[in-house]
Every structure is written in structure tokens, then in C-alpha cells.
């Protein structure tokens, strides 16, 4: 587990969810965040609380969650849930989730589109494109398992009709590639109005690819 063990872990969840509300990723309840934290030996993650704004929340409001489902804390996790815990079963190497309902991403999302190469960019989620999940009712098993086989191939998904999934080998990496994402689809939508964009080919996308795992920020690097 992190050297800092569950108080840093916490610590360091409220001020993400606190840096992602300043610069306007989420507002009031909507969204959530966890991290993987093990507890006596069983697997598990910190998460947000149901319904808690980012400005209300403290360290001990986050409520640890098994990977058995039981709850631990004083409140109700994210009815959200469901998804991170499939999302940290198919990637045993991600460690941080965030899920926000960041315009753009919403809004490109209601369109039921992901991104394609468009700007080189897109690859910060690890691959060409970043791929829109089918809808599925929140907190669903249809949309965990949805989110999981897109998070097995990339750092970051659209949710159709709802926002946006991105993963990070830490916190810091995972609210990185949810805020580029964001901006992307921002650059996105202001295109389409003006026609599909051209396309980067799979050549320069891969030559994009190689030189972010050279910089080791690749999410396998
Ligand atoms: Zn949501």
C-alpha cells in the first residue's frame, strides 16, 4: 500500500476533488473519485461520498469500499461505485479513477462520440482514439462492464449520455488525462460544426504513442 498509508491516501482524494471543482471540472455532487487502498489485507478503495459536494468534503467523509462491495464509513459511497471497482479489476496497474461530467465531455458524449486522432494529443489516453461506451444506467452492471472493456485499451472513455472516465497509474496522472480529455472534446466540438476534422493517420499516432512512453508518461511506459 501507499508509503503514506489511508490518512495520505484520503488527503490526497479531497484535494482532488477540491482542484478538479476550481477549475470547473465537476460542480456540486456530480462526479466522483477514488483510489485503490488495500485494508487488512483486502483489497479495496477510498471513494467519494454520495451526494457531497467537493467544498463540504474532509478525509473522513471518503468511505472505503471492498472489493466485495461492503461499505465501511459514515456515509453512502457513489452510487457510481460499481464502475471503479471493475475498472481496478481489468487494470491492475491503475491505482486512481475520476469520473467527472465536464462539459465538453458531456455534451460530446450526448452525441454518443468519442474522440478520434484528430490532435496528436487524443494519445494521452494511451491510444488513437478515446472511445464512447454505449449508454447504460448509472450504477448499473451493464455500465461497469462497459467502462472496464474500454479502460482495458485506454486511460480514458466517454460515458454516452452521461460524461467521462479517466484512469492513472497515480491520482496527479488520472486527473491529468481527465482534464486533457476535457479539453479535447472542448477543440472537438468547436470543429464539427465546420465538418469532420482531418485525421492524424496510425503512423503518426503511433510515432506520438512511442515518444510519450520514451518520456515514461505513457500509462505502460
Ligand atoms: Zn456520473
Known sequence: MNAGGEPRLRRELVRAARQLDAIGQNRGSSGNLSL?????GCAGMLITPTGMGAAELRPRDLVWVGDDGSAQGGWQPSSEWPFHRAAYRRRPDVTAIVHTHAENAAALACLGRGLPAFHYMVAIAGGD???CTPYH?????ALSQAVAEAL?????CLLAHHGLVAAGATLAQAVKVAVEVESLCAIYLKLLPLGEPP???A?????VLARFRSYGRARRG
Not at 485503490?36 to 487488512?40: E, L, M, N, Q, T
Not at 482495458?152 to 480514458?156: K, L, M, T
Open 36 to 40: 485503490r487502498c488495500a485494508r487488512g
Open 129 to 131: 482514439s478515446v472511445p
Open 137 to 141: 444506467l448509472f450504477g448499473s452492471e
Open 152 to 156: 482495458a485499451e485506454r486511460d480514458a
Open 199 to 201: 485525421r492524424l493517420d
Open 203 to 207: 503512423a503518426q499516432m503511433a510515432a
